[in-house]
């Protein structure tokens, strides 16, 4: 990876993240937080449909498989779609924090070409957080969750209130996220960055 920018550098006062008590446990399928984000959820018929579970600590491990959907240069992955995985899955850490965050920045870097068909191994973990600001890395690899590193990404997520979404989401959504019955779907349509 090349140099990371100040911005997704922890300061020296940040601190060793905590995984929540109420976290799910190591192993436990995630889910998607929302049936129509693109990354993880069921209702994009050509989404990432990507599955991440709880690791050891603040971790997460995911796989999605690359479909033709989702090329880019004939037979090859398209990198942003290869950028939205590794925010999906950075995303899914905080879970196990059990805060709202979104996305501040998302450095990546492409190591090689991921071929149509590949199942990308991805592995991502929160590496300190300053107030607000939730540092994390991540890798994405090819061949197995021991193969070469295809992609990586630091990131900034920034804590955010709910207020957030209902403020700036289109209302038809909100409104349909917030109406559902089930309180579990209804609460976690608005868990991680969308």
């Given at each position: 990876m090349t140099a990371?920018?100040a911005?997704l550098?922890?300061?020296?006062?940040a601190?060793?993240?905590?995984?929540?008590?109420d976290?799910?446990?190591?192993?436990?399928?995630?889910g998607?937080?929302y049936?129509?984000?693109f990354?993880?959820?069921g209702?994009?018929?050509?989404?990432l449909?990507?599955?991440?579970?709880?690791g050891?600590?603040?971790?997460?491990?995911?796989?999605?498989?690359?479909?033709p959907?989702?090329?880019?240069?004939?037979?090859?992955?398209h990198?942003?779609?290869l950028?939205?995985?590794?925010?999906?899955?950075?995303?899914?850490?905080?879970?196990?924090?059990?805060?709202?965050?979104?996305t501040?920045?998302?450095e990546?870097?492409?190591?090689r070409p991921?071929?149509?068909?590949?199942?990308l191994?991805l592995e991502?973990?929160?590496?300190?957080?300053?107030?607000?600001?939730i540092?994390?890395?991540?890798?994405?690899?090819?061949?197995?969750?021991?193969?070469?590193v295809?992609?990586?990404?630091?990131?900034?997520?920034?804590?955010?209130?709910?207020?957030h979404?209902?403020?700036n989401?289109r209302?038809e959504?909100?409104?349909?996220?917030?109406s559902d019955?089930?309180?579990v779907?209804?609460?976690?349509?608005?868990e991680?960055?969308?």
């Open positions: 990371t920018s911005a550098t922890p300061p020296a006062d601190i060793p993240p905590v995984r929540h008590p976290a799910p446990a190591h192993g436990e399928l995630l998607a937080h049936e129509f984000c990354g993880c959820g209702g994009q018929p050509h989404g449909h990507l599955e991440a579970r709880a050891d600590g603040v971790r997460v491990t995911a796989e999605f498989t690359v479909t959907d989702h090329q880019g240069a004939p037979g090859l992955a990198g942003g779609v950028a939205t995985a590794l925010d999906e899955t950075l995303g899914s850490l905080n879970w196990l924090l059990r805060v709202i965050a979104v501040g920045r998302l990546t870097d492409f190591a991921v071929p149509v068909g590949t199942v191994h991502a973990e929160v590496t300190a957080v300053h107030g607000r600001k540092y994390s890395t991540a890798t994405g690899r090819i061949g197995g969750p021991d193969g070469p295809a992609v990586r990404a630091d990131a900034l997520f920034i804590e955010v209130k709910v207020d979404f209902i403020d989401g209302p959504e909100i409104q349909a996220a917030m019955p089930d309180q779907r209804r609460a976690r349509a608005f991680v960055n969308p």
